[in-house]
């Protein structure tokens, strides 16, 4: 790897602090029991940083979003991780009859109700909902979306980074929420890269990068425990993932990983 490669993180924490680094000061000196409530302090700094950094964070992983989700995102959508709602704006709506948002962190629930509004989604409607638990908390998720094998399309771009038991958790979405032969995931994640320099920074970088970034991990292989979770449609390529690589023969510390797999 080259040096400017591996000392890339400091660039985007730096730019955290000077984004989010004041206003959640603020926040806590004026709400200090926040100090006692380590995850809501995380949820804070993460919400702060992430409206200056959402949309270009977006922007970048437009062309992948693009030929992942607007052509195969269809009926009942589970929304892994919503952040801002982005997803909303890949969608093809005419395919759609719900979209429901996962999002613990309630700082960005004002986001995705505007975003969903603009198209249509709203708790009127009963086409929209926002479930504020993490990804982990599967018991409450399933009586939340009505019961298990209700959703059609589970959804999720760069969260499944920073959620908590990852193989267990990834496991049990997929297992509980999808429904049986047909249900689907698709997924654009940042996965442990192939290459072992960059494997090697990856997991040097993780513990640092987790603290400003709501726990994100840098190397975990995703795309391999998302593949491992069940049994899966590979009939005529129905399922498949593909490689997403920027930078020199892709050895970045950020390599990503897309993929639609379909439940037999």
């Known amino acids: 790897m080259k040096l400017k490669d591996i000392l890339s993180p400091l660039l985007d924490i ?5 984004f989010a680094l004041l206003p959640f ?31 270009g964070v977006d922007s970048a992983a437009r ?6 989700v607007t052509p195969y995102a269809y009926g009942v959508v589970l929304d892994i991780g919503a952040g801002h709602g982005h997803t909303l704006d890949y969608l093809d709506h ?58 059609d399309t589970l959804a999720t771009i760069m969260t499944l980074c920073s959620v908590p038991s990852p193989q267990k958790t990834i496991q049990s979405l997929i297992i ?3 429904k049986p032969r047909g249900g689907q995931i698709l997924f654009y994640e940042h996965v442990q890269s192939d290459w072992h320099d960059v494997k090697y920074w990856q997991s040097m970088w993780t513990p640092i990068w987790g ?8 190397n975990r292989p995703t795309h391999i425990w998302i593949r491992n979770s069940t049994e899966w449609n590979w009939d005529e390529g129905m399922s498949k993932m593909w490689t997403e690589e920027s930078g020199e023969s892709g050895r970045q510390l950020f390599s990503f990983r897309s993929g639609r797999f379909i439940r037999q």
């Open 63 to 68: 062309s992948a979003k693009q030929g992942l």
């Open 176 to 178: 509980r929420t999808l």
């Open 25 to 55: 000061l603020i926040t806590v000196i004026k709400n200090p029991f926040l100090l006692l409530h380590p995850s809501k302090l995380s949820r804070l700094f993460f919400s702060l940083l992430w409206t200056p950094f959402s949309e």
């Open 94 to 151: 005419s395919r759609i009859k719900r979209y429901i948002a996962l999002e613990p962190n309630e700082h960005m629930h004002s986001q995705i109700s505007a975003r969903a509004a603009k198209y249509g989604y709203t708790k009127e409607k009963d086409n929209f909902d926002i479930i504020p638990f993490g990804a982990e908390e599967i018991e409450r998720i399933v009586m939340r979306i009505g019961g298990e094998h209700t959703i």
């Open 211 to 218: 603290i400003f970034f709501d726990g994100c991990s840098m």
């Open 14 to 18: 730096r730019a955290a602090l000077s």
